[in-house]
């Protein structure tokens, strides 16, 4: 089921770029750009083997190695010579979660590997800022482009790992100051939470009873609701915003694959479902 809002597909010629598109949020909001009618260019170190459409242009790339982040945007001027959309996806906070035998993810700050603030920092933040960097060289001299970081929760409130909240607490207030600076560009930056995303590590957990999917979204769900603030003409007085992607989905009209609704969860819903998850891993 859709709606008007939804059959709105992206005018020729927009291009988006999504990072960490091989799996996961990544690859459900590649798929729902696609679908709405986007140019999109996915990247990830595992993107040649992952189930995606022949019609998204895979770029491999560790966004860990500048260099190869540079080709990623070298590749999208040479063969677009725009782009008009970047989400910034790339993640690698929930790698290697079980160690010997022992969930180490919720483990107290002094006992977390050293690999989890590279994931979350180096591979999450630091990616972000850099793709954004590259991104606005190309939107800046056009006026027009959007940039998107994947977000959540633990920016506002301890959820299990304390790098997980640095990371999204910086991804936050690094939109915040990315929005100031290209304000004058015309050009907005927003942070995004999703709710409870069925990817595929949420969809294994759930079968231990870890997660109740009764309120979750589908990967493609957040894809939609970015699609929906790209059309947004007054999308400039979010600039620098934290949005919800479920209370704004309410907003525009957008529904899930499946034409259901998901509720705009709350802190305190998050907080629940995360001790949950951490009790029975």
Known sequence: MTNDRERNEAPAGNVALVTGASRGVGRGIALA????????????????????????RRLRCDHLKDDETARVFEAIRSESGELDLLVNCAWGGYETMVEGGVFTWPAPFWEQPPHRWTGMMDAGVRAAFVCSAHAARMMTPRHRGLIVNISFWSAQRHLGNTIYGIAKAATDKMTSDMAVELKP???PVISIYPGLVRTESVLAAAKSGAFDLS?????????????????DPNLMARTGQVLVAAAVAKEFGVLDIDGSSPPALTLADIHAAAKAAVSDP
């Open 185 to 187: 560009f015309a050009i």
């Open 33 to 56: 750009l696609l679908t709405a009618g986007f140019r999109v260019y996915g990247t990830g170190r595992s993107i040649d083997q992952a189930d995606l459409p022949r019609e998204i």
């Open 215 to 231: 309120t979750s979204e589908s990967p493609e769900f957040i894809g939609r609701v970015i699609n929906a603030l790209f059309h």
